[in-house]
T-cell receptor, first 113, second 111 residues
Framework: NAGVTQTPKFQVLKTGQSMTLQCAQD?????MYWYRQDPGMGLRLIYY???????DKGEVPNGYNVSRLNKREFSLRLESAAPSQTSVYFC????????????FGPGTRLLVL | QKEVEQDPGPLSVPEGAIVSLNCTYS??????FMWYRQYSRKGPELLMY????GNKEDGRFTAQVDKSSKYISLFIRDSQPSDSATYLC???????????FGKGNQVVVIP
């Protein structure tokens, strides 16, 4: 059981370049999330998708776009990368009903030069 | 005031000691309380989950929730070097899709 998977594991971009971070889950979860984690800042929610076909802004959405491609996949796009977007990005998913827990992927380390 | 406050540490303890971590929160609607463990360069993994007030024990780990004081704790007994990680508290209200996280507390267990 793979759980939540993320690609790539590591990426280096130049300022102004674009890229898409991929996330997939095989647990049949309805909700999916994108976070960034920076030293001293903790986990901050970028965007989330409560169900297939819906997306909502989180705490720090500026500079990002998301696509909930289907129930399994939720991608995060940086259209024009900036050094301030250097971070570790985590995808998470949440089962529907009952507990409010979330399950995280292994992360993508992004360096923007 | 942030919704969830967690002292970032770091906290260094000798092997075998009891580790005590805590978070305070301001939102009285929170009912679901979690502790995540995050090893270096890895994603957070769910360690403990508690609904409402009370204690929950799982092996060497005990989670406590005191809703009247808006205070949650995690205790690690007989700590091991493999417990060295960052521990994040998280909480949510019923029906809320989002978790509120503490900033994490780095724990180092010295052999």
């Amino acid at each position: 059981n793979a759980g939540v998977t993320q690609t790539p594991k590591f990426q280096v971009l130049k300022t102004g370049q674009s890229m898409t971070l991929q996330c997939a889950q095989d647990m049949n979860h309805n909700s999916m999330y994108w976070y960034r984690q920076d030293p001293g800042m903790g986990l901050r929610l970028i965007y989330y998708s409560a169900s297939e076909g819906t997306t909502d802004k989180g705490e720090v959405p500026n500079g990002y776009n998301v696509s909930r491609l289907n129930k399994r996949e939720f991608s995060l796009r940086l259209e024009s990368a900036a050094p301030s977007q250097t971070s570790v990005y985590f995808c998470a998913s949440r089962p529907s009903g009952g507990a409010e827990t979330q399950y995280f992927g292994p992360g993508t380390r992004l360096l923007v030069l | 005031q942030k919704e969830v406050e967690q002292d970032p540490g770091p906290l260094s303890v000798p092997e075998g000691a009891i580790v005590s971590l805590n978070c305070t929160y301001s939102n009285s609607a929170f009912q679901y309380f979690m502790w995540y463990r995050q090893y270096s360069r890895k994603g957070p993994e769910l360690l403990m989950y508690t609904y409402s007030s009370g204690n929950k024990e799982d092996g060497r780990f005990t989670a406590q929730v005191d809703k009247s004081s808006k205070y949650i704790s995690l205790f690690i007994r007989d700590s091991q070097p493999s417990d060295s990680a960052t521990y994040l508290c998280a909480m949510s209200a019923r029906g809320n899709n989002r978790l509120a996280f503490g900033k994490g507390n780095q724990v180092v267990v010295i052999p």
